[in-house]
């Protein structure tokens, strides 16, 4: 037989492995007890090959997905064996933040390991300093919650009890965290039937190859995008509102080189690691990268392995995108992942003007909510205006950037947790002016029944979404509590009937906004009501 794969196999083939992924994340979602993966589906699943290359992925959280070859590799550092399911969540050892727990699972056919079932999945707590293990105020990693090295939960197909008990003994809520672990491991196990299934189907010779075939295709995919981009170096800056200790801005510098049919991304020139918890491991920032690569050439092209190999991303060690332990970084996987976004967007617009919007809202609007007994930890991102386009508006309402998830419904919000939603609101004529204007932000405004603590991790409180080719900015967020304005990253003791409204940015502008359409219909800026009462 040649080693060949036919292309109507490699297509028929790769659409089984996502699926196989796709299912993972359906098991995984329908299996855990949190609202945050059930309901806003905050968590990931992929498929690697024995090499710990990525082969499939479901489509859920760019920042998830675009670090998980990290995860992976130190998995493979510790020599896994048929049996076997590691967890980790460390930021310096694979992980991205500490509430992102990753599950790896050798997939072995005749005692021989053939790939890797991987499910990564935001918990709503993990310990740390403030419920929830999002604190605004964190200088350290160790105050962020329980820091997990890839070790093995599962040996030999037996969990490890002990184990499992001491991570459960550092957390809040330790049921739920229970039953969200034992989904991932469903969702790695559900996996591996579906590689077996294939296997019979195929054949393992032809499976291995159709891994190295659509790895291939992807590569050459996206090296066909990348030149036909003009080459040169395209660079910008942005900051980050403070990291949590100061106010000062922090500058993201990028360059970015376009050059004959690769990527290389440079960093140098942004900030040094800070004292807060906004510095992003270096995989957190390559995730934005290959996301923003993907996006400006063509998201039709499969996501794998092969979509990476043309790009280097590079930052200095000890900086706010490479930094080293202690560092705090909860806050880099979600907000200074969506600036390493916007401004790596910024530059390769001078490669490819037509393919990149006006900035969107550029965070995340992480709130999160629990009670100072323990007895729950709310955890929700906001979405906002995505930036206009060359030739559309923007989107109202959506996440943007790094995130991909759902809202949690106000049913499911009102029935798990003490809280109450008085306000879910499109915010009128918060997106930026333009030929096309920016997508609309969002108002909720929540009411806490009980004691608690609140933490908020946010960003565009400051300085605005920018539009693009005379396009206007969208408009700033912003944070209150009980209707006073508080800081774009705070944790603050709140006592029982208070309300925590946040209002997230819009999206910015794209082209002159004389040059509109008079037709165009804005109904959605006269009250853009979602639900009031």
Do not use: W
Not at 132 to 146: D, F, K, T, V, Y
Not at 186 to 215: C, K, M, Q, S
């Amino acid at each position: 037989m040649s080693d060949a794969i036919d292309p109507v196999t490699l297509e028929v083939v790769r659409n089984q492995l996502e699926g196989v992924a796709e299912e993972m994340g359906q098991v995984l979602i329908r299996g855990a007890y949190s609202p945050n993966i059930k309901e806003r589906q905050d968590c990931s699943t992929a498929l690697f090959d024995a090499a710990g290359r990525m082969i499939a992925q479901a489509e859920h959280i760019p920042v998830h997905l675009g670090a998980m070859p990290e995860a992976v590799d130190a998995v493979l550092e510790r020599d896994p064996n048929p049996g076997d399911v590691f967890v980790l969540n460390d930021p310096f050892a694979g992980g991205t933040h500490l509430p992102d727990v990753t599950l790896v699972s050798p997939i072995a056919i005749g005692g021989g390991i053939v790939g890797y079932a991987v499910s990564r999945a935001h918990h709503a707590d993990v310990g740390g300093m403030a419920p929830g293990s999002m604190p605004a105020g964190a200088r350290e990693i160790h105050q962020e919650g329980l820091r997990i090295p890839p070790i093995r939960l599962v040996k030999d197909g037996e969990r490890d009890a002990a184990l499992f008990e001491l991570l459960l003994a550092n957390v809040r809520n330790p049921s739920e965290r229970r039953a969200d672990l034992r989904a991932q491991v469903a969702a790695n196990e559900r996996a591996e039937t579906r590689v077996r299934a294939l296997i019979d189907e195929h054949g393992l010779d032809r499976l291995e190859r159709a891994f190295d075939a659509v790895i291939d295709y992807s590569r050459d995919r996206v090296v066909e995008e990348i030149a036909s981009l003009p080459d040169g170096t395209y660079a910008a800056t942005d900051v980050l509102e403070g990291d949590g200790v100061t106010d000062a801005d922090v500058p993201i510098a990028v360059a970015v080189t376009v050059a004959d049919d690769r990527i290389a991304v440079d960093f140098s020139g942004t900030a040094d690691q800070v004292e807060g918890n906004l510095n992003a491991p270096l995989a957190v920032a390559k995730s934005a990268v290959y996301f923003v690569v993907r996006c400006v050439t063509d998201p039709e092209i499969p996501p794998n392995h092969g979509c990476y190999e043309p790009i280097d991303v590079h930052a200095p060690v000890g900086s706010l995108l490479n930094p080293e332990p202690p560092a705090a970084v909860v806050g880099g996987n979600v907000e200074t992942s969506q600036r390493v976004t916007d401004v790596t967007l910024a530059a390769i617009a001078g490669a490819a003007p037509d393919r990149v919007p006006a900035a969107s809202q550029g965070t995340m609007n992480n709130v999160t909510v629990g009670g100072r007994d323990g007895s729950f930890t709310y955890y929700e991102t906001i979405g906002g205006g995505f930036g206009g386009r060359a030739a559309a508006d923007g989107m109202d309402g959506v996440q943007v950037g790094m995130t991909n998830t759902l809202n949690t419904p106000i049913e499911s919000l009102e029935t798990e947790y003490p809280l109450r939603v008085e306000r879910y609101a499109l915010r009128p004529d918060s997106g930026g002016r333009g030929r096309f204007r920016g997508g609309l932000g969002i108002e909720r405004r929540v009411r806490v029944g009980t004691d608690a603590t609140v933490s908020l991790l946010t960003e565009r409180r400051r300085h605005a979404p920018q539009g693009a080719d005379g396009g206007g900015p969208g408009a700033l967020g912003e944070n209150l509590i009980d209707g006073d304005p508080v800081d774009a990253k705070t944790t603050v003791d709140v006592s029982a009937g208070t309300t925590v409204t946040v209002r997230t940015p819009g999206g910015g502008g794209h082209g002159d906004p004389a040059d509109r359409d008079p037709e165009a219909v804005d109904e959605d800026r006269t009250d853009g009501k979602v639900s009031d009462r």
